[in-house]
């Protein structure tokens, strides 16, 4: 079983952790291909994936540090190198690009830890707390949209919204960036955090 810690201390290695994590979010925003994988009108992002590791590592303060990084990159992002894109202004809005990030890790931590704590498989609990940071993810960034800009983001994605609902139409419009974002998540967070846990001990 998993000596997991569950009090969220702030420590000298936990901020170079968070550095270190923060470090890696700037660069993958620097290298759109490898952060943001444009399929216009949307973008598949890994950007999510260090957040959820740097949570299941160091805690939900550390992981909502690195969520903070990743929701300002995604301003930045929306601001200029994909300023063309139709659903770029919308991520403009920190509610929409910052809020949603910064609980990533939040959440990813207390599915992971109560797991870590009680399964002996250690696999599970890390694959159960990437599936769900990520789903905060997409459900809390598209969620907001929905809340705040549900009719014009049908619009910008040149979708007729007559007659259709336009939450099945903003959920539905990603599923596929969503499934590949979960699977992604999942399969990098497991090696990576076994390997970290490794090295903690």
């Not at 420590?11 to 399929?39: C, E, H």
């Not at 949603?100 to 002996?120: D, H, S």
């Not at 498989?121 to 599936?131: E, F, L, Q, R, W």
């Amino acid at each position: 079983m998993e000596n997991i810690q569950t009090k969220p201390r702030v420590s000298v290695r936990r901020i170079a952790v968070a550095g270190v994590f923060s470090a890696l979010t700037i660069v993958l925003t620097l290298v759109p291909s490898l952060g943001y994988i444009p399929i216009p009108p949307h973008t598949i992002t890994t950007m999510h994936i260090p957040v959820i590791i740097a949570a299941m590592i160091e805690g939900p303060l550390m992981g909502a540090f690195v969520g903070l990084m990743f929701g300002l990159s995604s301003m930045y992002t929306a601001a200029t190198i994909y300023a063309g894109m139709p659903t770029a202004p919308f991520y403009l809005n920190p509610l929409v690009s910052v809020l949603p990030r910064i609980l990533i890790g939040v959440v990813a931590y207390y599915v992971y830890t109560p797991l870590a704590k009680t399964l002996k498989n250690k696999v599970v609990p890390i694959i159960s707390g990437a599936v769900a940071g990520t789903l905060t993810n997409a459900v809390g960034v598209l969620g907001m949209i929905c809340l705040l800009y549900a009719r014009q983001y049908v619009e910008a994605i040149g979708v007729n919204p007559a007659g259709k609902s336009l939450l099945v139409i903003i959920f539905g419009s990603t599923l596929i960036n969503v499934i590949f974002e979960v699977i992604a998540a999942s399969l990098i967070s497991v090696p990576v955090v076994l390997a970290l846990r490794r090295f903690q001990k």
